[in-house]
T-cell receptor, first 113, second 114 residues
Framework: DQQVKQNSPSLSVQEGRISILNCDYT??????FLWYKKYPAEGPTFLIS?????DKNEDGRFTVFLNKSAKHLSLHIVPSQPGDSAVYFC????????????FGSGTRLQVQP | ETGVTQSPTHLIKTRGQQVTLRCSSQ?????VSWYQQALGQGPQFIFQ???????GRGNFPPRFSGLQFPNYSSELNVNALELDDSALYLC?????????????FGPGTRLTVL
């Protein structure tokens, strides 16, 4: 039972264009969402997060949008750069005390020069 | 500020053996979580420790156990290794201060069970 789904295993975009990575979730108890970037042989690096009380959070080139009614979030990267090429994981945590993260299976982003 | 570190980087064991993986939390963080990442999948939550006590557990059998020490470093122990335990094991630390504390990950330990 996958509670967090990233349905696109891979995405290829041109340098300078927008990259949009999508994530769907099923658990209504999730109240905090995060995006992590992972390079080979490294651990996931935190990118940006959003609380369920917001619908948008922006940090430089990265913007995360949350649509609670659709149980959908997306990460926009504008403009995309070759150094953004990595695997991106969407993660969610619920309101319990442990704050365990539930991850999607990841989307591999390739930014072409 | 020192980030999260893990040791060893790689490990090869045989089925039935036991293994101990280590993690040093980011400076000032009092919470550590362990995750297992199988090939082609996202990380899966194993358990979390807060101030030396287990603070939640995922769907993993009891042969997966852990410890957190007074300096907030941590160990993950796996007994009776099975082939399916081959994975990247990630440690993440956080400061349990608000309901939205972010977890910061170490580079992981790649475990291969033969």
């Amino acid at each position: 039972d996958q509670q967090v789904k990233q349905n696109s295993p891979s995405l290829s975009v041109q340098e300078g264009r927008i990259s949009i990575l999508n994530c769907d979730y099923t658990n209504s108890m999730f109240d905090y969402f995060l995006w992590y970037k992972k390079y080979p042989a490294e651990g996931p690096t935190f990118l940006i997060s959003i609380s369920s009380i917001k619908d948008k959070n922006e940090d430089g080139r990265f913007t995360v949008f949350l649509n609670k009614s659709a149980k959908h979030l997306s990460l926009h990267i504008v403009p995309s750069q070759p150094g953004d090429s990595a695997v991106y994981f969407c993660a969610a945590s619920d309101g319990t005390g442990r704050r365990a993260l539930t991850f999607g299976s990841g989307t591999r982003l390739q930014v072409q020069p | 500020e020192t980030g999260v570190t893990q040791s060893p980087t790689h490990l090869i064991k045989t089925r039935g053996q036991q293994v101990t993986l280590r993690c040093s939390s980011q400076s000032g963080h009092n919470t550590v979580s362990w995750y297992q990442q199988a090939l082609g999948q996202g990380p899966q939550f194993i358990f979390q420790y807060y101030r030396e006590e287990e603070n939640g557990r995922g769907n993993f059998p009891p042969r997966f156990s852990g410890l957190q020490f007074p300096n907030y470093s941590s160990e993950l122990n796996v007994n009776a290794l099975e082939l399916d335990d081959s994975a990247l094991y990630l440690c993440a630390s956080s400061l349990k201060r608000t309901s939205t504390d972010t977890q910061y990950f170490g580079p992981g330990t790649r475990l291969t069970v033969l």
